[in-house]
């Protein structure tokens, strides 16, 4: 096993390593190639420029003589091999062959585009050099009419040359890699056994109990395989037991919770009924005022047991959804009616606002209302007298966003991670005292999320709370 296991290992070193070699010759060739032949084409348009400056009074007056020197100094000074062609074709002047020599060059791409006041280029073998050559010809103009062009050439070779140096030292850097892989390869040989060995003592830590070791993965066989799912075992085990604790944890603190929610209450009905049998009722306004004080603690007890209901409903997904075409908009003139009183009452100033024209969503319209009515609900219990509530409907172009601000006495940062669980009040006595059940936002938020929304809570201790939500049109 240990050296089928070898092999394969400096098998993929040694494909990888050639694919590389093979991968990194061809992409450095092209770069290359492209790199020099740019730039051999600036230098040559550069100096084209140039030439035709130099060379447009000896064209003008048609001095051959003057023209085929100046193009061999020209090609002496520049390194290039400079050509000089008149409107027609006809070859003036040329630094490595009499013009006499040479064929019209009208129709050479290069010279055609010159012609049209363009900068020619092209590359192909020259015939009287006997290689490849890199071609850039520039327009001469007298008042704006072309009189004739100059072209300059630089063989190419160097770039051949060029390219043959890198892919010598590639090459070379691959003998060099295979060389290493293969002294690697021995040393893995040698630690093939010590992953095994590893993967033992995991297992055995894991059956008693310990979690935290895990197999260091060094590769992608067989071992590396085993390794990783050992490794994701223990995560994954570790995970549910955690879960496990969370949820024991959850449903430890649900049972304290609604018992302590439910003790007040139920130890006043109690008490109340107590004081009735021992002859309280013969006190008939007395009588009726704890009635009332025992119908207002049943309320509360109601209330709670339907909240529960409800939201035990939507957390298993019994209570689902029952999506009907409807104005978000309306809906929420129709909630604020309910609330005019409470608002009027703690003297609070309501900012309505709507940024968009089309409020129309899928959606169930009861649920959004129970939505509405507990957000509304909580920023006028939680805002002082006199304070400010702003609502807005918000429309974008595939959701709505509503948004409910307040200036109210806010929530501390270490407590909106787990605002929304239940039964979690930050401040349990005012809380109490204002009538809240304690789940209100648990509500609110599986509901936003039977609906595909988000919500969201911005809050600081004296300065208000921002709550944020985002439903989808449809």
């Not at 084409?41 to 020197?69: M, P, Q, V």
């Not at 030292?169 to 056994?193: C, D, R």
């Not at 968009?356 to 959004?368: H, Q, S, V």
């Amino acid at each position: 096993m240990k050296n089928r296991i070898v092999w394969k290992f400096l098998g993929a070193y040694t494909i990888l390593i050639l694919v590389g070699v093979f991968v990194l010759n061809f992409f450095v060739s092209l770069k290359l190639r492209d790199y020099y032949e740019q730039k051999i084409t600036d230098k040559l348009e550069s100096n084209a420029i140039l030439a035709a400056d130099i060379l447009k009074g000896a064209l003008i007056a048609d001095n051959r003589s003057i023209i085929e020197r100046t193009a061999k100094d020209l090609a002496n000074k520049l390194s290039a091999r400079v050509t000089i062609i008149n409107e027609v074709g006809e070859v003036l002047g040329d630094s490595e062959k009499a013009p006499s020599l040479m064929e019209n060059h009208s129709d050479r791409p290069e010279i055609i585009k010159a012609l049209r006041g363009k900068f020619g280029e092209s590359i192909r073998f020259s015939d009287t050099l006997g290689f490849n050559m890199k071609y850039i010809a520039a327009s001469i103009k007298e008042n704006g009419n072309i009189i004739g062009t100059v072209r300059l050439a630089l063989p190419l070779s160097e770039i051949e040359f060029q390219l043959r140096v890198i892919h010598r030292i590639v090459l070379f850097g691959a003998l060099v890699a295979i060389v290493v892989a293969f002294l690697v390869g021995y040393f893995i040989s040698k630690s093939i056994t010590m992953p095994i060995r590893e993967m033992t003592d995991t297992a055995e830590k894991i059956a008693q109990g310990d979690f935290s070791k895990k197999v260091k993965v060094k590769s992608k066989d067989e071992l590396g395989v085993l390794a990783s799912s050992l490794n994701k075992m223990a995560d994954e085990l570790q995970l549910k037991i955690e879960n496990l604790k969370r949820l024991d944890r959850i449903r430890t603190d649900f049972v304290a919770n609604i018992s302590h929610e439910l003790k007040t209450p139920l130890t006043s009905i109690k008490g109340f009924i107590e004081t009735l049998e021992d002859g309280a009722l013969e006190d008939r306004k007395n009588a009726k005022k704890f009635i009332l004080i025992i119908k207002k603690h049943t309320e509360k007890i109601s209330n709670i047991i339907n909240d529960l209901l409800t939201l035990s409903e939507l957390e298993l997904g019994k209570d689902r959804i029952e999506r009907i075409d409807f104005d978000l908009k309306d809906l929420l003139n129709e909630t604020l009616l309910g609330f005019g009183h409470a608002i009027s009452v703690k003297n609070h100033t309501l900012d309505i606002n709507f940024k968009g024209e089309n409020f129309k969503i899928k959606a169930d319209k009861d649920k959004l209302e129970q939505v509405f009515v507990n957000l509304i609900d909580n920023a006028i219990k939680y805002t002082k007298d006199g304070g400010k509530i702003k609502i807005s409907l918000i429309e974008q172009k595939e959701q709505i966003s509503i948004e409910v601000v307040d200036n109210g006495v806010g929530i501390p940062r270490e407590h909106l991670d787990r605002i929304f669980e239940r039964f979690y009040r930050v401040d349990k006595a005012r809380s109490r005292q204002l009538g809240g059940t304690g789940l209100g936002l648990s509500i609110v938020k599986h509901i936003i999320m039977l609906h595909n929304g988000h919500i969201d809570i911005e809050s600081e201790p004296n300065h208000g709370t921002k709550v944020s939500i985002t439903l989808p049109k449809a």
